[in-house]
Each structure stands twice: as structure tokens, then as C-alpha cells.
């Protein structure tokens, strides 16, 4: 058995009644369960159909996100997340940047990285030795001026924690960054990159190893040990190339509002919907969140 889940952007809620409804007879499926009116709906298929990929296109157009997925399993036991971009909107390094004087130039650095286009080791190292000799106290008026919270983003966290999830957060950016965003929004854990100080200035240095592709994979890999649970058990969320490893080896891997690279590698894509998209595809309800 199958569930369709149907939903669309919380701030401007659009799904109609009709809407679920006639795609629900089109595919002969029961009932249909609204998760909150107007936003998200779901309803149960007994097999995948094959048309499947151009409703999803058609949905798109109108605004509206839809995931097929195995009913059985669907409830995850942790969440692993992506913080630039995903738990927030910005990408910290950009933002970094743009104090220093040279925001365009990393930004479109950023970009290349996210798509694959470039090497993320290389790129990470380029970047930040722009950055060279910037002020130390710039992390935190970074942080508290120019970062803003993914909307839905607490209600995820919280929500998964309060019916027995481990959340952790698993950057390739900055640990300067992550323990502010984990512990403003309940990750039990953070895992980053660690950008080199000396003499209360940034040396252009990223303190080795650095954190990429592969570190999200070995983080996905020695949590769910730790706790002895399946990568089954996992929904992983992400935006970039970087974050695909995590995603393809979890048990439901959301790309959010992911780059086209990321996008073209991806069953599971949330366009419209926020964070709390992630709550609705394992059956939450509304009146479920915390």
C-alpha cells in the first residue's frame, strides 16, 4: 500500500477540496484525510501509478507539492537536517561575506558548489580564505542580523523529539553557526565545520578535516549505530549536492527546495511547502505538532 500526500505553501494555503478529490478517483484511492484544511491532505493507493511523475508536474504548476511513498515506515525515529539554506534561509558563508566586502564574488562560488558544479573541499577553502582577517565578533552580528529561521523548522524538530525522535543537525558550514541554530531550535546534536581564529581574527583557514558529502554519509551512519536504529529509520532533509549521500541512504530524503542537480536525483522534492511539509508526509496532523 501506498500513501499520496498533497500539500502546499502554509503562508498562502491553496489546496482545495476538489483538487485532492479528483485526483483521489483518479487512482481509486480511500478516503481522503485532511492533515490540515486547506494545506495538507493525504489518501491511501494500493500501488504506485505510473503516471505518477506527470501529476507531480502538472501539481507543481498549480502550486502544490505531492510525495508517493510505502505507507508502512513512513513515521521517522530521527530527523537528520542540512542547516544553510534548509533550517535557515541563508547560507552563512554568504552572509559572512557580504560583511567583509565581497559577497558577490563567494556567492557565486556558493551556487557552483551547491549544484556540483564544483568541488566542495576546494570551494569551502576558496571562500573562506576570502574572508581572511575579518574581526571574530562579525560571527555573531552575522548571526544575530542577517539569519533568519526556515519557517516550520521548530515545529519539526519539536514534534519528532516529542514522540521519541533524535534530531541532528549536519552542516558543511560553521560550528560557530550550528550550536546557535541547534540550540535555538532543539537538535539534540550538531556536527560542522570549524573556521580557524587567531589573535580574535578569522585566519582564512578551515580547521581540518572538513565536513562534506561524505561526512553527512558517515554522520548518518554513526548516529542510527549509536542508537541502534536502521537508516530506514531516518528522514534526512537538504538543499545542495552536498547533501546528496545523506539523502539517497535515508529512509525518506526531502529535497527542500533543492537545487535542480539535487532535484533531478530526488523522489521526494518540497517546492511550496516549509519544514513542517516534513511532518505531513509522516502523517502528522496539524493539531499533532508541538
Not at 481522503?32 to 501509478?49: C, D, K, T
Not at 555573531?140 to 534530531?167: E, S
Not at 539517497?248 to 535542480?260: D, E, F, I, M
Amino acid at each position: 500500500m501506498y500513501i499520496v500526500t498533497l500539500l502546499t505553501s502554509p503562508a498562502k494555503p491553496s489546496l482545495s477540496r476538489e483538487a485532492v478529490e479528483a485526483l483521489r478517483n483518479a487512482w481509486g484511492g480511500g478516503d481522503a484525510q485532511w492533515l490540515s484544511v486547506g494545506e495538507a491532505a493525504e489518501f491511501v493507493i494500493e500501488r504506485a501509478p505510473a503516471n505518477g511523475p506527470q501529476v507531480w508536474e502538472a501539481l507543481q504548476a498549480e502550486g502544490i507539492d505531492m510525495v508517493i511513498q510505502p505507507t508502512e515506515g513512513r513515521r521517522k525515529k530521527m530527523l537528520l537536517a542540512d542547516m544553510d539554506s534548509t533550517m535557515i534561509q541563508q547560507e552563512c558563508i554568504d552572509e559572512l561575506a557580504a560583511e567583509a566586502g565581497v559577497g558577490a564574488r563567494v556567492a557565486e562560488i556558493t551556487a557552483k558548489a551547491m549544484n556540483g558544479e564544483l568541488d566542495f573541499e576546494g570551494a569551502i577553502d576558496e571562500r573562506v580564505g576570502l574572508l581572511k582577517d575579518l574581526p571574530e565578533e562579525i560571527i555573531d552580528q552575522v548571526l544575530n542580523t542577517r539569519i533568519d529561521y526556515m519557517p516550520g523548522g521548530k515545529a519539526l524538530v519539536q514534534t519528532m523529539k516529542a514522540n521519541g525522535g533524535y534530531a541532528a543537525l549536519v552542516s558543511g558550514g560553521f560550528t560557530a553557526f550550528t550550536a546557535k541554530v541547534a540550540g535555538e531550535l532543539g537538535f539534540d546534536e550538531n556536527r560542522a565545520n570549524t573556521l580557524e581564529i587567531a589573535d580574535g581574527k578569522l585566519t582564512g583557514r578551515v580547521v581540518r578535516p572538513i565536513l562534506g558529502r561524505e561526512a553527512k554519509l558517515d554522520a548518518l551512519e554513526e548516529i542510527t549505530k549509536t542508537l541502534g536504529i536502521e537508516h530506514a529509520d531516518v528522514l534526512a532533509v537538504g538543499d545542495g549536492m552536498n547533501d546528496l549521500l545523506m539523502l539517497a541512504n535515508a529512509g525518506t530524503g526531502v529535497a527542500l527546495h533543492g537545487k535542480p542537480a539535487l532535484q533531478a536525483e530526488c523522489d521526494v522534492r518540497i517546492n511550496h511547502g516549509d519544514l513542517t511539509a516534513l511532518l505531513y508526509i509522516q502523517g502528522y496532523a496539524k493539531s499533532e505538532f508541538a
